[in-house]
């Protein structure tokens, strides 16, 4: 989740994660601890953000995960190749 106040203030958060009290408040605006968001209010834009993971057809391996690899493993084949240079 993510809540934005006027002036380009921002707060995100799990829901999964954290649980919020009845007296918090984001951007001045209480959060309703039943459903764990802010009460609508006009000051504050909520959005909901979902984050998708892709995968390579047939392989099954993330491509974040393997573009992380493979960025850590230039830098070792880099280095290596900059020893015999």
């Known amino acids: 989740m993510r809540a934005t106040m006027p002036g380009?203030?921002?707060v995100s958060w799990n829901p999964a994660s954290v649980r919020f009290g009845s007296e918090v408040l984001i951007g001045g605006v209480p959060v309703d601890p039943r459903t764990q968001m802010p009460v609508p209010h006009p000051s504050l834009k909520v959005e909901r953000i979902t984050?998708?993971?892709f995968q390579f057809d047939g392989v099954g391996v993330s491509?974040?995960?393997l573009l992380k690899a493979a960025a850590s493993g230039i830098k070792g084949i880099v280095t290596e190749v900059e020893r015999h240079l």
């Open 8 to 10: 380009g203030g921002s």
């Open 51 to 53: 984050w998708v993971d």
């Open 63 to 65: 491509a974040l995960g």
